[in-house]
């Protein structure tokens, strides 16, 4: 990288004759650094020093991770059922947020563990009272759609202090769930990417 730096741009040959090496033995090496992101490669030209810290690099990674590669399944309810079917959905599916939507299919609202605890503390009778009443309602709803960047999304979660948010898809007459992103997929992206860098 030091000779690229002070020579470049410098084709691969002038790097291997500065080395006393063959032009072979430093291809995988160039390979590397080129798909590393740390050297640049132009046919005809040579290789040029990119200017990026493995900081950058780094930076550059995550912002190109997109929700898509990183969302799962969704946990969806009616907004008519009890808010009693609600906790018991959200039990048995293990999730801390459910979303809920309409008769045609489309995002209504949103339900989260405070949601139904706070719902659960009086004396009401929980089989009698709908969601629709104790959920977090559209417009209020924060949503992200597939290809947004997973950082962008990751951002909101903090800054709104929510634990998941829906990824949808625009339709003519609203949204339609079609993924979630949770704090738990955040968490398995970082892992993925300390992964990738062994």
Not at 100 to 124: F, H, I, N, P, Y
Request: net charge negative; hydrophobic share 40%.
């Amino acid at each position: 990288m030091q000779i690229v730096k002070d020579y470049g741009p410098i084709t691969g040959e002038s790097i291997a004759e500065k080395l006393n090496l063959t032009r072979a033995t430093l291809r995988p090496d160039l390979a590397i650094l080129t798909m590393a992101g740390y050297l640049e490669a132009r046919p005809r030209v040579g290789y040029f020093y990119t200017g990026k810290t493995g900081t950058q690099l780094f930076a550059d990674k995550i912002k190109k991770m997109k929700v898509e590669d990183y969302q799962s399944i969704p946990v969806v309810v009616n907004e008519n059922v009890s808010v009693y079917d609600a906790i018991v959905t959200m039990f048995l599916e293990d999730v801390g947020t459910l979303f809920v939507v309409d008769d045609e299919s489309l995002l209504a609202g949103v339900l989260s563990r405070k949601d139904l605890l706070r719902a659960s503390l009086g004396k009401q009778e929980l089989t009698a009272i709908p969601v629709n009443i104790i959920m977090t309602r559209m417009p209020n709803i924060a949503v992200c759609y597939k290809d947004d960047p997973l950082i962008d999304v990751a951002e909101q979660l903090i800054e709104k202090q929510i634990d998941a948010m829906p990824v949808v898809r625009k339709t003519e007459k609203g949204y339609e769930v079609i993924g979630r992103i949770t704090k738990t997929n955040m968490t398995k992206a970082f892992v993925s990417l300390a992964k990738d860098d062994v």
